[in-house]
């Protein structure tokens, strides 16, 4: 626990110049506001730099007195030869900076501009900085007055590091620098980042000058690892499309390519519409790496014609990998023809692992195969608890969108819901198996199959 968080009992009477700096460290926690204030009063007193960090926490005190004491007091404190303290007191600096209970805007003001000055002295003695500390010192360098070289190597180093935030905020003050040649560089730069939304956004940059020839940018980046920038390439790309064409064909072609490498080509073929990367979609769609196989379905289904969308679908819904099968559910949400729900009830039911997705694709077609499929699953024996979940969720969401349904189910339909629903005792043993349905069927499942006559 945080000292500041802990809290000590009132001392009657105590003479604060008698006592030692842990004791009256301990006693501005004190319940007594009085007591408090005499604290910060003696600490300020004797001009400790170690008091930096209590005084920090009680600026936001909820006693006025007690606050203005310690406000006053760090006022005092800020005095360069005392900024080794203040790096060691930055956690406590962060404390103040989330204080709501009175308005410290006025006393971060004057920290930030005295810290400021000092910048270096702070960033060399800060202990093992974390993520936002390290930001905010860096924050408060940029924020400085600065000539155009050394603001120039400050955005430069920004935009290179792996830190998302930094970066931006580095890609944001770029219009401080007044000379072109200067921001092209920083935005160049930033193209050479390992982060992707840096490198779109200084790709984004350099394309927008009015005086920067992107043409060769854009080459350069059709074959980047991030698919947006490679959509931002091909987008911005005039010349030179046959020689990038020509390019993917050559990694794809080439036994010795890493997975990203041909990823990557054959997002391009697509982007250029190439007329060879059909092909190679179809040659790559039995890639064991994950996110291959995931690009090469998704193209191979977006050329499918009628009867061959559907085989592409099961297919698809069959894969072993969750990111894979997403691509049917997905594509079918947006509006693609359900598969037959006699080979999604069959797939389902074989293969349980299946189930959660192929529960997601009944959801755009009848609702009477939804509440057959959950039916079957329980017939089929106990799930595993992802699955016993799902089947939960569904049957309420089920029951919830018979609110407006008027699909008449169909014969077989009513006769096999029928049977299953006879044998709900058996379905659900106990009535409350673990991690499904705990009170056991929705009440307004019984009430919908009467309502259209299957029971």
């Given at each position: 626990m945080k000292w500041w968080r802990t809290r000590v009992e009132a001392v009657s009477k105590v003479g604060c110049s008698m006592l030692g700096f842990e004791e009256l460290v301990e006693l501005c926690c004190s319940y007594d506001g009085y007591q408090r204030e005499a604290a910060i009063v003696e600490l300020v007193r004797r001009a400790e730099p170690r008091a930096i960090a209590p005084l920090l926490v009680r600026s936001g005190d909820w006693v006025p007195e007690v606050s203005i004491a310690a406000r006053q007091g760090l006022a005092t404190l800020m005095r360069d030869e005392f900024v080794e303290h203040w790096a060691r007191a930055l956690p406590e600096l962060a404390f103040a900076y989330r204080v709501r209970r009175t308005d410290l805007r006025d006393l971060i003001e004057?920290?930030?501009?005295?810290?400021?000055?000092?910048?270096?002295v702070l960033e060399k003695h800060a202990r093992s900085p974390d993520s936002m500390i390290r930001r905010w010192i860096f924050s408060?360098?940029?924020?400085?007055?600065?000539?155009?070289?050394?603001?120039?190597?400050?955005?430069?180093?920004?935009?290179?590091?792996g830190d998302l935030p930094i970066a931006r905020l580095c890609l944001d003050q770029i219009g401080r620098l007044q000379e072109p040649p200067h921001r092209r560089e920083v935005l160049e730069a930033a193209c050479r980042s390992r982060l992707p939304r840096i490198r779109a956004a200084g790709m984004r940059g350099l394309?927008?000058?009015?005086?920067?020839?992107?043409?060769?940018?854009?080459?350069?980046?059709?074959?980047?690892?991030?698919?947006?920038?490679?959509?931002?390439?091909?987008?911005?790309?005039?010349?030179?499309?046959?020689?990038?064409?020509?390019?993917?064909?050559?990694?794809?072609e080439q036994p010795s390519s890493d997975g990203q490498s041909r990823i990557s080509a054959l997002h391009i073929l697509a982007l250029l519409k190439d007329p060879q990367a059909l092909a190679f979609a179809?040659?790559?769609?039995?890639?064991?790496?994950?996110?291959?196989?995931?690009?090469?379905?998704?193209?191979?289904?977006?050329?499918?014609?009628?009867?061959?969308?559907?085989?592409?679908?099961?297919?698809?819904?069959?894969?072993?990998s969750p990111k894979v099968r997403r691509l049917?559910?997905?594509?079918?949400?947006?509006?693609?023809?359900?598969?037959?729900?006699?080979?999604?009830?069959?797939?389902?039911?074989?293969?349980?692992?299946?189930?959660?997705?192929?529960?997601?694709?009944?959801?755009?077609?009848?609702?009477?195969?939804?509440?057959?499929?959950?039916?079957?699953?329980?017939?089929?024996g106990m799930p595993d608890a992802d699955l016993a979940n799902a089947i939960t969720n569904e049957l309420h969401d089920w029951a919830g969108a018979m609110t407006n349904c008027?699909?008449?189910?169909?014969?077989?339909?009513?006769?096999?819901?029928?049977?299953?629903?006879?044998?709900?005792?058996?379905?659900?043993?106990?009535?409350?198996?673990r991690g499904l349905l705990p009170y056991g069927f929705p009440d307004l499942t019984e009430y919908h199959l009467r309502a259209f006559q299957v029971i």
């Open positions: 004057a920290i930030e501009e005295f810290l400021a000055r000092n910048i270096d408060l360098r940029l924020n400085r007055p600065h000539a155009e070289s050394a603001l120039l190597g400050i955005l430069h180093r920004g935009v290179g590091s394309l927008a000058s009015a005086d920067f020839n992107g043409q060769l940018l854009a080459q350069a980046m059709c074959l980047d690892r991030s698919a947006a920038i490679r959509s931002l390439a091909v987008g911005a790309l005039k010349e030179g499309r046959d020689e990038i064409a020509r390019r993917a064909r050559d990694v794809l179809h040659a790559l769609s039995a890639s064991p790496m994950v996110g291959l196989r995931r690009l090469a379905r998704a193209l191979t289904l977006s050329g499918a014609q009628d009867e061959a969308v559907e085989a592409e679908l099961m297919a698809i819904l069959a894969d072993e049917a559910v997905e594509h079918i949400r947006r509006g693609a023809p359900l598969p037959s729900s006699e080979a999604l009830l069959r797939l389902g039911l074989k293969r349980r692992e299946l189930a959660i997705d192929v529960m997601a694709v009944l959801r755009s077609g009848s609702p009477w195969n939804r509440l057959l499929f959950a039916l079957e699953l329980l017939n089929g008027y699909v008449v189910p169909q014969a077989a339909q009513s006769a096999r819901l029928a049977t299953l629903w006879s044998q709900k005792a058996k379905l659900l043993p106990d009535g409350r198996p």
